[in-house]
């Protein structure tokens, strides 16, 4: 079917990219595990805030007096220019696409025209998906204020960039806002939170009882590190909406969740959001269901295959680049994940990862190479952000406080599937591990005979 085709394509695309280029460019300055203690050279965070030498945090508003003020500056047309180019890219693919590619599938699906069907509409999906994840990562600017002075304004085009692209703009809003106000929060953060041993079937002397333990121990540490990939890039975004995947632990009152809720990001009533959202998240819902009844609408008058082709594969591979964005930029074995009595916003927002993403940087304006920027001051618009990272980077570097992995994201993505497993609880200072390091049940056994 044409989903699992979509998502084997996207899965295998990044696994091949990392096995073919493995070799390319230099990620580490420091000795650490992967995994069945094979000894790698990778990045570190500087910052380790169990040293007694570690270094005391600035505070919010000595790191923004580093920072040029015109940095905060938004304009109207700037930004509308960036939502124009990416139109505009958008449409000159569409039209070279279709004066190339039919919708309808070859006769011999054995035959190099079947190939060149197969791999052109993948191209355009990739691509296309490419495309698409800048205006996800404009509507994400609407949402913080960072596109234009009038947030009324902001929510306009917000709003209809992302409900375009089956986001529920409003309950996105409310929800990243948390997610940047508790950022590496263990207890009541948002988005990638990461899961405790006893969540993923470790007892308490290690033994794998269930889940992801007993999943890891059978299938091995290299076809678990796909399934995480798996997980992430295509299938993560629609359970994180869902509330079935990567939410927080508390609701929106404050008290702990209920083993049984789902905190979704569709339903009025869902406990993630305060009773006077309710109107907002009915309007991001219902604009939702008729813009999926618009696509069956289509898909009934042009047939479910050139809707899938022309909008469900890029759709797909824009949701594996926002997901792959939010797990690289806050996840790394060697940065701290804090308990509710050790964190602060300020150690929150420094946990945050600048990373290198080459020429993707053009088309998602840079949110992933200027994120630490961006998590200290989400209200700067992004076409600021190269200039404030520089400011912040020449303030917080010599201190042993900026974060910047230069490691290719594909390598750092398997490098992430491969350590970032599970934290120990929820409570002190928490540094990710990987199940790879966990011993097998056979070993266990034979260690107590």
């Not at 290299?222 to 295509?234: E, K, P």
């Not at 998602?364 to 001051?377: D, E, M, Q, W």
Request: aromatic residues 14%; hydrophobic residues 40%.
């Amino acid at each position: 079917p044409p989903f699992f085709e979509s998502a084997i394509v996207i899965f295998f695309t990044f696994l091949v990219i990392k096995l073919v280029l493995n070799k390319m460019g230099k990620g580490g300055r420091a000795e650490t595990k992967i995994g069945n203690n094979d000894e790698v050279k990778h990045w570190q965070s500087p910052y380790k805030p169990l040293d007694p030498k570690a270094p005391s945090l600035p505070s919010k508003g000595e790191i923004k007096a580093v920072i040029p003020k015109e940095c905060f500056d938004r304009s109207y047309f700037h930004s509308m220019m960036f939502v124009a180019q990416d139109t505009i890219m958008a449409v000159g693919l569409v039209y070279l696409t279709k004066s190339v590619l039919s919708t309808s599938l070859p006769e011999n699906i054995l035959s190099v025209d079947a190939f060149n069907w197969f791999l052109g509409w993948n191209m355009y999906a990739f691509w296309m998906g490419t495309i698409l994840t800048g205006h996800w990562v404009l509507a994400h600017e609407c949402g913080h204020g960072a596109f234009s002075p009038s947030q009324t304004f902001n929510d306009f085009i917000g709003f209809i960039l992302h409900q375009a692209l089956l986001v529920p703009y409003y309950a996105w809003q409310y929800t990243h806002a948390k997610h940047h106000r508790r950022t590496n929060n263990l207890v009541d953060g948002e988005s990638h939170v990461p899961s405790t041993a006893s969540e993923n079937g470790l007892g308490p002397n290690k033994e794998r009882l269930s889940a992801y333990a007993v999943l890891h121990e059978a299938i091995g540490d290299g076809a678990f590190a796909g399934v995480q990939v798996f997980a992430h890039l295509v299938i993560g975004w629609p359970l994180y909406l869902m509330g079935l995947a990567s939410t927080g632990r508390l609701a929106n009152d404050g008290t702990f969740l209920d083993k049984d809720d789902i905190i979704d990001h569709f339903r009025p009533s869902s406990k993630m959001f305060p009773s006077k959202m309710r109107i907002k998240i009915l309007i991001s819902t219902g604009t939702i269901f008729a813009t999926l009844g618009l696509l069956l609408k289509l898909s009934l008058d042009h047939g479910f295959l050139s809707v899938f082709l022309w909008y469900g594969a890029p759709y797909m591979w824009t949701n594996a680049w926002l997901v792959l964005y939010t797990w690289l930029q806050h996840t790394d074995p060697s940065v701290p994940q804090y308990g509710d009595k050790e964190w602060t916003w300020v150690k929150g927002a420094l946990s945050t990862i600048d990373r290198p993403y080459g020429i993707f940087d053009f088309f998602h304006h840079k949110i992933g190479s200027t994120h630490v920027a961006h998590h200290l001051f989400h209200e700067m618009p992004f076409y600021r952000a190269d200039e404030a990272t520089a400011a912040i980077k020449a303030y917080l570097e010599p201190k042993g406080l900026y974060n910047y992995d230069p490691t290719p994201f594909w390598k750092v993505m398997w490098r992430v599937a491969n350590t970032c497993h599970y934290v120990e609880s929820y409570e002190g200072i928490q540094y990710y591990k990987s199940l790879n390091d966990i011993p097998r049940s056979s070993a266990l056994k034979k260690k107590s005979a």
